[in-house]
């Protein structure tokens, strides 16, 4: 097998895949294949598929093909780590899960490398907890036919809000799915029937339940909607213990907003069976748990889906000055006021941008924070990967028809004053987290990305010229 590891990360790393196979050949009786070890050590990189591929080899001349480790090796895997740690393991999240289950090993792996810092929202015990939106979440979760609907834009933890909420439902010996659509590949995504099926067929996995999605699809049956629920009452309630709750969390359920059809009928089944809870003995005990994206763009029956005026909508927010001077408390740093106030001052309390940087600062101590804000919005800083991404993502978004997202981000930073734009633009730059809107305008969510694409933006634009 060919390998590409940065040479201080090694030892580091392979101590840690080592812990993981050892434990999972403890546990389960059969250690990771060659190649599992290969896709959970890209994972663990942070590397895409297609970058796995490249390391992963039979020999020198004969690769995997990409397609077997994304259906093949990937789903398994992460399902066997899942088992094996109890906990829901993905390749999104596996840096974060992993460097919570190992410690101190893996946690030097994340220390010893400042580009991996970008990746990783650090979780465990620092976490500063909003008491009044869980609480609520707590309660609300136990209702008959009970609906969370989670609203913030990208990475202001929306998803770690919905595990705890998950995780508090699990403790009555409920049964708890969480699927992620960012999982679901544009193919499945543009018809309704294909989708539902592969929502079923997820949910039957997760729920440790056989697939039996063709035994139960008619197909003049009255449609895809008809049949989905049908699959959940004749089957799946079924075959779980009649006093479980069923408490399903649909993560970034934004990815159906492009594809308007398939959207507007799944949020329809969505919000009726949330109604049918009212009614029905088989709903009662079902939980939804939804998170998304700020609004929705797309035009929807605001009485026939769960973005209407139905059960708990949060809107998560920055961290406020006291959280994040509590979350420095955390980290045992030792700031005064003003330190916490410039920090703010360059990153806001955008929880993923704070949690990197103090722990960043926590493990190089000898960096002075002057020092950090300098390079923050530069090459150097150790955000430098969350900002070529979002550069990227302007970048695509300006290729596609009615979306100059490029253009539209560049008149935000040059402008001292916020900006009003179409409320597509809106929508998918405050959906990415780089601006928030004051009224009909918007204005860059903070100086970070002010400053870098004011940069960027101005160098790529001239030198097109």
């Known amino acids: 097998m060919k390998l590409t590891t940065a040479p201080r990360l090694q030892m580091n790393l392979e101590q840690s895949i080592e812990i993981i196979s050892k434990t999972v050949a403890k546990k389960t009786g059969q250690p990771l294949t060659?190649?599992?070890?290969?896709?959970?050590?890209?994972?663990?990189?942070?590397?895409?598929?297609?970058?796995?591929?490249?390391?992963v080899r039979k020999d020198e001349s004969e690769k995997y093909q990409l397609s077997y480790l994304k259906t093949g090796v990937g789903p398994p895997l992460w399902k066997?780590?899942?088992?094996?740690?109890?906990?829901?393991?993905?390749?999104?999240?596996?840096?974060?899960?992993?460097?919570?289950?190992?410690?101190?090993?893996?946690?030097?792996?994340?220390?010893?490398?400042?580009?991996l810092a970008s990746t990783l929202i650090p979780e465990s015990d620092l976490y500063i907890k909003r008491l009044d939106i869980e609480e609520s979440c707590y309660k609300e979760i136990l209702q008959p036919g009970a609906l969370i609907r989670i609203k913030a834009p990208k990475q202001m933890g929306k998803t770690s809000l919905m595990h705890r909420i998950l995780k508090h439902a699990e403790r009555t010996n409920n049964k708890i799915v969480y699927l992620n659509l960012l999982q679901a590949e544009e193919k499945v995504l543009k018809e309704l029937d294909i989708f539902l099926r592969w929502f079923c067929a997820n949910i039957s996995w997760r729920l440790g339940i056989e697939n039996q999605v063709d035994n139960f699809w008619k197909q003049n049956f009255g449609g895809s909607n008809l049949n989905c629920t049908a699959y959940f009452e004749e089957y799946?309630?079924?075959?779980?213990?009649?006093?479980?709750?069923?408490?399903?969390?649909?993560?970034?359920?934004?990815?159906?907003f492009a594809y308007k059809s398939v959207a507007g009928d799944f949020f329809k089944l969505l919000r009726s069976w949330h109604e049918d809870a009212k009614f029905l003995d088989k709903w009662k005990k079902f939980r939804l748990v939804i998170a998304h994206s700020t609004e929705v763009y797309i035009?929807?029956?605001?009485?026939?889906?769960?973005?209407?005026?139905?059960?708990?909508?949060?809107?998560?927010?920055?961290?406020?000055?006291?959280?994040?001077?509590?979350?420095?408390?955390?980290?045992?740093?030792?700031?005064?006021?003003?330190?916490?106030?410039?920090?703010?001052?360059?990153?806001?309390?955008?929880?993923?941008?704070?949690?990197?940087?103090?722990?960043?600062?926590?493990?190089n101590p000898s960096k002075k924070l002057e020092e950090f804000l300098e390079i923050a919005p530069t090459?150097?800083?150790?955000?430098?990967?969350?900002?070529?991404?979002?550069?990227?993502?302007?970048?695509?978004?300006?290729?596609?028809?009615?979306?100059?997202?490029?253009?539209?981000?560049?008149?935000?930073?040059?402008?001292?004053?916020?900006?009003?734009?179409?409320?597509?633009?809106?929508?998918?730059?405050?959906?990415?987290?780089?601006?928030?809107?004051?009224?009909?305008?918007?204005?860059?969510?903070?100086?970070?990305?002010?400053?870098?694409?004011?940069n960027h933006l101005q160098k790529d634009s001239s030198s097109t010229q």
């Open 34 to 55: 060659e190649v599992e070890i290969g896709v959970l050590r890209g994972a663990l990189e942070g590397k895409t598929y297609e970058e796995i591929e490249k390391d």
């Open 80 to 115: 066997r780590l899942s088992e094996v740690f109890e906990s829901d393991i993905r390749k999104t999240n596996v840096q974060v899960v992993i460097n919570q289950k190992l410690g101190k090993v893996s946690d030097l792996i994340w220390r010893n490398d400042s580009s």
């Open 236 to 256: 799946l309630f079924t075959k779980l213990d009649s006093s479980s709750l069923v408490v399903l969390g649909l993560d970034n359920v934004d990815q159906l």
């Open 299 to 363: 035009p929807l029956d605001i009485n026939s889906s769960p973005f209407g005026n139905v059960g708990l909508v949060i809107n998560l927010q920055e961290f406020s000055f006291e959280q994040v001077k509590n979350l420095v408390q955390q980290y045992d740093l030792d700031w005064e006021d003003d330190q916490i106030d410039r920090l703010m001052k360059m990153i806001g309390g955008h929880p993923y941008l704070v949690q990197t940087a103090l722990a960043h600062l926590k493990a």
């Open 379 to 454: 090459e150097e800083g150790i955000y430098v990967k969350h900002l070529r991404e979002h550069l990227l993502t302007l970048k695509k978004g300006s290729q596609k028809e009615d979306s100059n997202l490029e253009k539209a981000m560049k008149q935000v930073v040059e402008s001292k004053e916020p900006v009003r734009l179409n409320s597509q633009q809106v929508f998918k730059l405050e959906s990415l987290g780089l601006v928030t809107v004051q009224g009909d305008n918007v204005k860059p969510r903070c100086q970070l990305y002010r400053s870098y694409f004011l």
